[in-house]
């Protein structure tokens, strides 16, 4: 087979020069259509089929198939656990959940488990490197698919540089360093927010992108490695957080006079508010569908893999934060390091904070490796739909990689943590995440309930409009209006809940499935995928401002790249004819077969 292989690459090579590209008159006269390539493009799906066959044979050499279901579950924790819990814990408990904070991360992990099944599903069907990108191609066309993909590609970057340069903070934290003053480099010309530069956190980077591209599965035992130094850490934090903590601090505040007492202090409204800020510390376990295409058995493996690091996390994050709860009442928590500041007034307990800090600088490190990892699968994929310079979607031979989308991002992001200072550590891949997050629940429902050329889109479209509506309503009324809005705020609320689950009993009780899926399948459905759709627009309800602001600019961005460049590539790859007769062949021959196991190839 390897032979037949290197004698169609030839072939593909010769017709790498798009039509569109060809020359500057070619690029003008595409342009002056590229309202009929638009709608032509946008709304094109793929198979199954075409995507394990046809489009993953654009990447030349397969991914290696190594990966069990242990390494799905290291790079799905080590995915998660990264800094944002020992800043986001802070935050939310002081002054949102209060002791409840511990309910806050119960919700939210529940919240992560719901998208955790429908990417499941997906992830099964169709074990390939895409995650949301497929599954979106696959579902709602090429244009959803790339919006949704440049947006989370975008935002794993700009995360992984503001989590790199975090990582110098926490290591000169844990070693007694001034971090400002000895490891970086002060730039008067530049201006502020740019002119200090991170030579440490540009070297993390690199070196992780490095590890990356040499090979997925040391990549992984390098992940366990570090993600098991990491829990042991948090495990030592847990245990002196219950040793030194007091159960009184449950349920009695600091300064009873200034702040309200008992285990809610905000009740109710309190505790989901506190849960919209946690849900950020579970985002990374989206990065392990991104492996689906080097699981040796994706039906076994990624159901255990990605529901089973949700499962542990959330364990882990309420102990922590029930840890955390009982060492320092919640209205004297520090909402910026909570963790390192309650030990560092303790008489002789100040060295915890620094072991606080080196357990940071683990979690920092495998955060960035896993996202590394799975920002560079969603970027091969798009490239393979050739949206994006298809040069990026080459796997290499000796490493089974893809390494030409690695350096690239590597690289990118590496620039940026060298100069830019981004405070965004408790919004990392926050409103693109969860936004991809709600398209992939509503490309499950959409999947099952229906079948291009053969079922009616219409019941099952305007049913995903208005729950989706409903939920905005919620959202809106729950943010907006005051808290002591008394009937009319219930009467909306009960109004738009009401709303969203009868329309979700009527879909399920009118409209049939269109298909059942063959190897694993999301239970209730339609009922687990519709909460994940509430949940995920009520999350996103209460994010701020400036996460709305930079969506919007990555997704003008997104478009104008799209209209300028993507749709005439994919309209000349997928419209003229890319592949040769041979080439065509050798796909057939190497059709994909559902094994006992998953996925295997037949020769």
């Given at each position: 087979m390897e032979r037949r292989q290197g004698s169609v690459a030839p072939a593909m090579r010769r017709k790498s020069m798009a039509p569109s590209f060809a020359s500057l008159r070619a690029y003008v006269r595409a342009v002056a259509e590229t309202h009929r390539r638009f709608s032509r493009r946008a709304g094109s799906v793929t198979t199954t089929y075409e995507e394990m066959s046809r489009v993953r044979f654009r990447s030349g050499t397969d991914m290696a198939r190594t990966l069990r279901w242990t390494d799905l579950v290291g790079l799905g924790i080590g995915g998660m656990v990264g800094a944002g819990v020992f800043v986001s814990t802070g935050r939310a408990a002081r002054d949102y959940s209060g002791p409840a904070i511990i309910v806050s991360y119960a919700i939210a992990g529940l919240c992560a488990l719901l998208s955790a099944f429908c990417y499941t599903e997906f992830a099964v069907e169709l074990p390939v490197a895409?995650?949301?990108?497929?599954?979106?191609?696959?579902?709602?066309?090429?244009?959803?698919?790339?919006?949704?993909?440049?947006?989370?590609?975008?935002?794993?970057?700009?995360?992984?540089?503001?989590?790199?340069?975090?990582?110098?903070?926490?290591?000169?934290?844990?070693?007694?360093?001034?971090?400002?003053?000895?490891?970086?480099?002060?730039?008067?010309?530049?201006?502020?927010?740019?002119?200090?530069?991170?030579?440490?956190?540009?070297?993390?980077?690199?070196?992780?992108?490095?590890?990356?591209?040499?090979?997925?599965?040391?990549?992984?035992?390098?992940?366990?490695?570090?993600?098991?130094?990491?829990?042991?850490?948090?495990?030592?934090?847990?245990?002196?957080?219950?040793?030194?903590?007091?159960?009184?601090?449950?349920?009695?505040?600091?300064?009873?006079?200034?702040?309200?007492?008992?285990?809610?202090?905000?009740?109710?409204?309190?505790?989901?508010?506190?849960?919209?800020?946690?849900?950020?510390?579970?985002?990374?376990?989206?990065?392990?569908?991104?492996?689906?295409?080097?699981?040796?058995?994706?039906?076994?493996?990624?159901?255990?893999?990605?529901?089973?690091?949700?499962?542990?996390?959330?364990?882990?994050?309420c102990l922590m934060a029930a840890s955390m709860a009982m060492l320092v009442p919640y209205d004297a928590i520090d909402g910026e390091a909570p963790f390192s500041s309650a030990f560092k007034g303790s008489d002789g307990w100040g060295w915890v904070s620094n072991v606080i800090g080196v357990g940071a600088s683990f979690g920092i490190l495998t955060s960035i490796l896993v996202s590394m990892l799975g920002?560079?699968?969603?970027?091969?994929?798009?490239?393979?739909?050739?949206?994006?310079?298809?040069?990026?979607?080459?796997?290499?031979?000796?490493?089974?990689?893809?390494?030409?989308?690695?350096?690239?991002?590597?690289?990118?992001?590496?620039?940026?943590?060298?100069?830019?200072?981004?405070?965004?550590?408790?919004?990392?891949?926050?409103?693109?995440?969860?936004?991809?997050?709600?398209?992939?629940?509503?490309?499950?429902?959409?999947?099952?309930?229906?079948?291009?050329?053969?079922?009616?889109?219409?019941?099952?479209?305007?049913?995903?409009?208005?729950?989706?509506?409903?939920?905005?309503?919620?959202?809106?009324?729950?943010?907006?209006?005051?808290?002591?809005?008394?009937?009319?705020?219930?009467?909306?609320?009960?109004?738009?809940?009401?709303?969203?689950?009868a329309s979700l009993c009527g879909f399920a009780l009118c409209v049939p499935q269109a298909r059942e899926p063959e190897l694993w399948g999301l239970p209730l459905m339609p009922v687990v995928p519709a909460i994940s759709i509430f949940l995920n627009v009520f999350l996103l309800g209460l994010l701020d401002r400036p996460s709305y602001v930079r969506f919007g600019l990555f997704t003008a961005f997104s478009v104008v790249f799209y209209l300028l460049y993507g749709v005439h590539a994919s309209f000349d790859a997928e419209e003229c004819g890319e592949l040769s007769a041979e080439a065509q062949i050798c796909i057939s021959l190497a059709r994909p077969v559902v094994a006992g196991d998953g996925w295997t190839n037949k020769v």
């Open positions: 895409g995650g949301a990108f497929s599954y979106l191609r696959v579902t709602f066309g090429e244009f959803a698919a790339f919006l949704t993909g440049a947006n989370l590609v975008m935002e794993y970057v700009f995360s992984n540089a503001a989590v790199a340069r975090s990582f110098t903070a926490y290591l000169g934290t844990a070693i007694g360093v001034e971090t400002e003053e000895k490891w970086r480099i002060t730039i008067s010309g530049l201006p502020n927010g740019f002119n200090k530069l991170d030579p440490l956190a540009v070297c993390v980077i690199l070196v992780l992108t490095l590890c990356i591209c040499y090979s997925t599965k040391d990549s992984s035992k390098l992940n366990l490695a570090l993600t098991a130094t990491h829990i042991s850490f948090i495990l030592f934090i847990i245990m002196i957080g219950f040793w030194r903590g007091e159960w009184k601090n449950l349920t009695r505040p600091a300064l009873p006079a200034k702040h309200p007492g008992g285990f809610m202090p905000y009740g109710v409204g309190g505790i989901f508010n506190g849960a919209a800020v946690v849900y950020m510390s579970y985002i990374g376990y989206d990065a392990v569908s991104t492996m689906a295409e080097e699981v040796k058995s994706p039906v076994r493996d990624i159901p255990i893999g990605v529901s089973g690091s949700v499962a542990i996390v959330t364990v882990l994050y920002q560079a699968r969603y970027l091969c994929v798009i490239a393979r739909a050739h949206v994006v310079p298809a040069r990026l979607a080459k796997v290499h031979p000796a490493t089974s990689t893809p390494v030409n989308a690695s350096l690239f991002l590597g690289g990118l992001t590496a620039a940026i943590a060298l100069f830019t200072d981004l405070n965004v550590l408790l919004n990392l891949v926050t409103i693109g995440t969860l936004f991809v997050f709600y398209m992939v629940a509503n490309a499950v429902i959409y999947r099952r309930y229906v079948s291009v050329g053969s079922t009616n889109p219409w019941p099952t479209a305007i049913f995903l409009l208005f729950f989706s509506l409903s939920a905005v309503a919620f959202t809106l009324c729950w943010r907006f209006l005051p808290t002591g809005g008394g009937a009319f705020k219930t009467l909306i609320l009960s109004g738009s809940a009401f709303a969203a689950a």
